[in-house]
């Protein structure tokens, strides 16, 4: 991810709202820069790796990837309730962060179908365990910019992202398509990442003395808001199916794994330019608006992908792919910290996560029957239609754009 200073990227503006972005933050958003450079560098690698070197179908692709993401998003939703249980937030950042790191080399070691599932799992378990108590702890510093702090990380996070496909790339060509190399280099960021998490502090979570919290009353006290906008992002995620379906389209049409992989860098690339400016303009404008948008680039951008048949459009559906992301993804965690409580932010963001990612594995298998027996058009198409169809009721939600008190 580069040197380490207190400059940011460019497309990353270092106030928020005429304050400087707390300390916190920035720690947060280096260790999520390193990580993402070791995780990005193995995301578009490892699909090819299954199918092209170890023999794997499309649907064993598409169960894999969900069940990675429903371990992770269990995960979420109980390590963001027992940080909210704990009121304690960085331990859990540290030891999620550390567990990732020592899954990346194993399918590196051990080139093998299940090593691989193995190390996808472990490293989607610490995922799971972090997550939910970093969002929780980003929302606490949020002075009703909340578009602009999660906006601020997304770009750090993806940055990365943008950097690791590139290191995937030179490395493949410099060493002719070694890819168990890529697995045991992707490491070393990751022990980057591990270390500034030793720099991430609790901050005091105030929590009334009375309240008990119980999962169950949760979601009766829940506004109804936040439980609008859970179900409404659920229903999204059968239909969002992983993103190493486009990155195998990209490679299907353009007959390249190297073009395949340098489309998702220029996803990623727009999507860090991208996110602090959509955050901001979540905060102005409203965030269930600039989510809506999102969605309706998605509609376009998976149309597009149903029907591809040129190198040059794939590159313009994945740069577009990226301003999707920027519009949704930061966004609707903020949008949720601002509809709950500090003491209480955790299991929201917990327990969306982990819905979600139930969701992710229905969604991503069915997408690798579907391409397995009738053609990547028509799942491509299906999520076009539905997410079309979610993106106008979004924009039906009455939204409230101030920040919750303290409690309920």
Known sequence: MGSINDKKPAALPVKLSGKRIPGQVKILGYVSLFTDIASEMLYPVTPIFLTAVLGSSMAVVGLMAGLAEVTAGFLKGYFGFLSDKLKKRSIFVTTGYALSAVSKPLPGLLPQIGIVLGSRITDRIGKGI??????????????????????????MDTLGAALGPLISILLLQAYNNNYRLIFLIAFIPSVFAVGFTFLVKDKAIVKPAKEKLKVKEFWRDAPKRYKSVLILLVLFAFVNSSDVFLIL??????????????????????????????????????????????????????????????????????????IYAAAT????KAWISDL????????????????????????????????????????FLISSIVSLFIAVTFLLIRQQETKTPPSM
Do not use: C
């Open 130 to 155: 972090r997550t939910a108590p970093r969002d929780a702890l980003l929302g606490s510093y949020s002075e009703n910019n909340s578009g602009a702090i999660f906006g601020f990380h997304r770009g």
């Open 249 to 322: 389209r990209s490679v299907n049409v353009a007959g390249s794994a190297a073009a395949g992989i340098a489309a998702y860098i220029l996803y990623n690339i727009v999507y860090a330019a991208s996110s602090y400016p959509a955050g901001r303009l979540s905060d102005k404008y409203g965030k269930k608006n600039i989510l809506a948008a999102g969605l309706f680039v998605f509609s376009i951008v998976y149309a597009g992908f149903a029907f591809a048949s040129g190198t040059i459009l794939l590159f313009i559906l994945f740069g577009t792919y990226g």
């Open 329 to 332: 993804e930061g966004i609707s």
């Open 340 to 379: 709950i409580p500090d003491h209480q932010r955790g299991s929201a963001i917990g327990l969306l996560t982990m819905l979600v990612s139930f969701a992710s594995l229905t969604g991503s298998f069915i997408t690798g029957l579907l391409w397995d027996y009738s053609g990547p058009w028509l799942p």
